[in-house]
């Protein structure tokens, strides 16, 4: 028998984080899908060896810590998923996001090809400017509007050119705090929601990321990919659709534009920033399940004990 491959996970107490160390562990995580295997194999428990590491395990902007963590632990991958990701707190705090999330990457990439590792780095919809009109693909250029798309976008050209990006948006766990909860929260307590509709972008349920991410693990592809849920949307009608399954009527959402919020953010955000997978579907990976759907998932999930970690 093969022994398991060995995978360093940094961000594992994210909400990505959490579902991909149970997915890696051969567990479906809370709101997932089990039947969702995009290379067509199921996760064997004794497939991977997890070393999960916390902020609290490794602080990420410590290159020497990095070093010594990535040469005492061997890994073969290293998933990269600790971010600075407070996007409006950014503007004002671009130091500390830069040294997170481009400094922080580097020493990742650079950690795993001193031991010869596989990196797996996260980034983003952010780093477009929204501008294109039209689904984004991989070839496409990148001019992030607020500090924290710009940071991820230093992070991917500091990374080397054989590590694996992997671009998500509009990311949803059911123990993360996300605005689904807010809306869930909101819907069942009677109250209303207000939501921009003029932001298109891309849902992505952490637990399929986190079975995307296995994918690339054992495959390791290199280079840019997108992956998000299938089709693309706005707040207002993820709010809308949302209540609809929890039972409210149509009067629990109304929408507003970006201009209307009060206070304004401190960021800009792409006006369209979907993500097209055509890329991961061209190489036969199935494509994740439309977002409606996803969503399903996460609400019943939730309404069965889960929720956000904090
Ligand atoms: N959430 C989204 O909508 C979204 C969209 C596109 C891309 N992404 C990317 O997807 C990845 C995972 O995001 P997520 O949603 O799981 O984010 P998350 O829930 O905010 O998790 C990020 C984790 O990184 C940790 N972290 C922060 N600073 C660190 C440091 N200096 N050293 C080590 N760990 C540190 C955080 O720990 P503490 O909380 O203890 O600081 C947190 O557990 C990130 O790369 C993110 O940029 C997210």
């Given at each position: ?12 107490a ?8 149970d997915?890696?562990s051969?567990v479906t ?5 089990p ?8 996760v064997?428990?004794?497939e ?10 490794l602080d ?13 632990s061997?890994?073969d991958v ?8 407070a996007v409006d707190r950014?503007e004002?705090?671009?130091?500390a996001c ?13 950690a795993?090809?001193d ?9 983003t919809?952010?780093?477009?400017d929204g ?19 710009a ?7 500091l990374?080397?050119?054989?590590d694996t990006?992997?671009?998500?948006s509009?990311?949803?766990?059911v123990?993360g ?9 909101r819907?069942?307590?009677g109250e ?10 891309t849902?992505t ?11 690339m ?6 280079g ?5 849920n ?14 609809s ?7 629990f ?17 792409p006006?369209?920033s979907d993500?097209?997978?055509k890329k991961?579907?061209s190489?036969r990976w199935t494509?994740m ?10 609400l ?7 929720g956000?970690?904090?």
């Amino acid at each position: 028998m093969s022994s398991p491959t060995r995978v360093l996970v940094t961000g594992a107490a994210g909400q990505v984080g959490v579902d991909l160390v149970d997915t890696l562990s051969g567990v479906t995580p809370l709101g997932g899908d089990p039947a969702f295997e995009p290379d067509g194999r199921s996760v064997d428990r004794d497939e991977f060896e997890v070393l999960a590491l916390s902020h609290h395990d490794l602080d990420i902007t410590d290159r020497d810590a990095v070093m010594k963590c990535v040469r005492g632990s061997r890994p073969d991958v290293i998933v990269h998923l600790a971010a600075y990701t407070a996007v409006d707190r950014a503007e004002v705090d671009a130091d500390a996001c830069y040294a997170v999330n481009a400094t922080g990457t580097e020493s990742l990439s650079l950690a795993a090809h001193d031991v010869g590792a596989h990196l797996i780095a996260i980034s983003t919809d952010y780093v477009f400017d929204g501008n294109k009109g039209s689904a984004y693909v991989e070839e496409d250029s990148a001019n992030p509007l607020n500090v924290y798309g710009a940071s991820k976008r230093a992070a991917e050209l500091l990374c080397a050119g054989d590590d694996t990006i992997v671009r998500t948006s509009w990311v949803m766990g059911v123990r993360g705090k996300n605005v689904l909860h807010v809306i869930a929260q909101r819907a069942l307590s009677g109250e209303t929601v207000r939501f921009v509709d003029d932001q298109t972008g891309t849902v992505t349920l952490a637990s399929d990321l986190a079975r995307a991410l296995v994918t690339m693990v054992r495959e390791r592809p290199g280079g840019l990919w997108h992956v998000a849920n299938a089709g693309t949307t706005t707040w207002f009608e993820v709010a809308q659709f949302a209540g609809s399954v929890l039972g409210r009527d149509e009067g629990f959402a109304t929408p507003i534009s970006t201009d209307d919020l009060d206070p304004a953010p401190l960021a800009r955000r792409p006006i369209r920033s979907d993500l097209s997978t055509k890329k991961w579907e061209s190489r036969r990976w199935t494509a994740m399940a439309p977002w409606r759907s996803g969503v399903i998932r996460l609400l019943e999930a939730r309404a069965l004990g889960g929720g956000p970690t904090s």
